[in-house]
């Protein structure tokens, strides 16, 4: 395929350009990834407070329910049947799929935890990436009736509304979100410190448990500033390419740029996003002896 004639610093655009996509290619993939998180969150919203299975994946928190195999098999049967030459990684059944560059990075029930109690903020992810680097992303946050998707030569939208960053220029002012890993009970490798210093320097600092969804509310302006670590490339694919089509800085934290293998993401309106990297490298990790 020819490469758009499309040159920027972006995450997405360059990786878009490497894999040498068209823009038609991209309105037909986002078209795709648009349908297969519809199909998932179809079928979350049916088992919605029906659930007859929950299992542990082995770490405290951890859980997949019936619902997520059954969105997860629906996603699956639609994306194979629409492109078969495009790898996939999916939560619950791994990799399969030719082996090449481009890859369906598929969360079928982002907030499980969630989900499984009735509390209903959870969504499905889509995204789609090429070398590991987020091209473009659909979120259904279902029991919302939101669908967020972006991409390059396209922008990021909510129900087919334009949507932005804030503009937030100070922590002061802003309204931040985080999450914290499955393993924050056994490591001190998690963010009770910076949550606490954030919280105190913000004007609040909100945890909503499914980070596809936290990253589609900095995309649309609902929140300023979001980091996390302890994330898996399901969990970012499609919110990051939204996130950053809609104006958001991506990057790691403190430093470093984005690797969606490193779990780590800070994701912000622009306005802050040096002042949350300067802000987060003051944290120390909490004392062990407080886990």
């Known amino acids: 395929m020819k490469k758009m004639s499309l040159q ?7 990786a ?3 894999a040498g996509l068209q823009s038609s290619d991209i309105n037909k993939l986002i078209n ?12 979350l919203i049916k ?5 007859n299975e ?11 329910t019936n619902a997520d195999i059954e969105a997860e098999n629906l996603i699956l049967e639609y994306l194979t049947s629409q492109t078969k030459d495009i790898s996939i990684l999916a939560e619950e059944t791994g990799s399969y799929g030719p082996q090449n560059s481009l890859v369906w990075c ?12 009735g509390y209903p903020f959870f969504a499905t992810s889509i995204g789609l990436t090429y070398n590991g680097k987020p091209i473009l992303g659909s979120i259904h946050v279902p029991y919302l009736k939101e669908i967020y998707y972006g991409a390059p030569t396209l922008g990021s939208f909510c129900n087919q509304k334009e949507i932005k960053v804030s503009s937030s220029n100070h922590i002061l002012n802003s309204l931040l979100v985080t999450g914290f890993a499955y393993d924050r009970q056994t490591t001190s490798d998690n963010n009770y410190s910076e949550f606490c210093w ?11 448990g499914a980070a596809a969804v936290d990253l589609a509310f900095i995309a649309s302006g609902k929140l300023d500033g979001y980091w996390e670590r302890g994330l898996s490339p399901w969990d970012l694919a499609a919110g990051v390419a939204i996130a950053e089509q809609a104006g958001a800085i991506i990057s790691n934290y403190p430093n470093g740029e984005f690797d969606l293998n490193s779990g780590r993401v800070l994701a912000c309106t622009p306005g802050i996003h040096h002042e949350m990297k300067v802000e987060l490298s003051k944290v120390k990790p909490l004392d062990e002896k407080f886990l």
């Open 8 to 14: 920027s610093d972006l995450i997405t655009r360059n």
């Open 16 to 18: 878009a350009l490497d």
């Open 32 to 43: 795709i990834a648009k349908k297969a998180s519809l199909i998932g969150g179809e079928s």
């Open 47 to 51: 088992n919605f407070g029906n659930i």
């Open 54 to 64: 929950i299992q542990s994946k082995g770490t405290i928190g951890d859980l997949v």
């Open 106 to 117: 598929i969360d079928p029930l982002d907030g499980t935890t969630n989900y499984a109690h």
């Open 198 to 208: 954030m919280t105190n320097r913000s004007r609040g600092v909100r945890r909503g």
